[in-house]
């Protein structure tokens, strides 16, 4: 699923026009890139959890030619998966209904 | 500080479209529709930001990290995030 995918879907099960949705999921996705661009924790119950790592820099070897080179440091985003999602993606509905 | 789901709603509020009932509606049924695509089995890419995956893994041999005895693993499913190189250079210019 595509980001205009995902519009689509919203629009559609909200009942509202595709402008509208796209401004919603913008927004929600802009929200979420400023609060990892300012290394803010960011927490979605049910989705998941993001918090920006920090790497130190090191001295490696490209594999290939063995070539000495320095990695330098650099910060990541982390994503952890929320309970409720983990469950879902492994079909342990909590409801436990469905097969 | 930690972004959550209202700052979320609060900012799509502010945009003057929905109320703020509407707006929470909004931005639950959205982190619904991709939880539902994630649960299928279909990837998420949302093009600036980056992609949420489903892997598979295999079932294996584990250890009880407290106590050292051998487990087995079940095969099971984990979602994974690629950042994307836009995000990743955006989070990195200020270091």
Known sequence: ???????????????????????????????????????????IR???????KKYDGYKGRNPKTGELIEVDSKKLPFFKVGKELKERVNGDSPEGEEE | ??????????????????TKTESAEIIETLFEIVKQTLEEGEDVLI?????????????????????????????????????SGVLRERINEGK
Do not use: W, Y
Request: hydrophobic share 40%; with cysteine.
């Open chain 1, 1 to 43: 699923m595509t980001k205009s995918q995902l519009i689509e879907a919203l629009a559609k099960a909200e009942g509202i026009t595709l402008k509208a949705a796209e401004t919603a999921v913008n927004v929600t996705f802009q929200s979420m890139e400023d609060a990892l661009i300012r290394n803010d924790r960011l927490e």
């Open chain 1, 46 to 52: 049910g989705f998941g959890s993001f918090k920006v």
């Open chain 2, 1 to 18: 500080m930690t972004l959550t789901k209202a700052h979320i709603v609060e900012n799509l509020f502010a945009k003057n479209i929905f």
């Open chain 2, 47 to 83: 093009s600036g930001f980056g992609k949420f995956s489903v892997k598979e893994k295999n079932q294996r041999r584990g250890r009880n990290p407290q106590t050292g005895d051998p487990i087995m693993l079940s095969p099971r499913k984990v979602v994974t995030f690629k950042c």
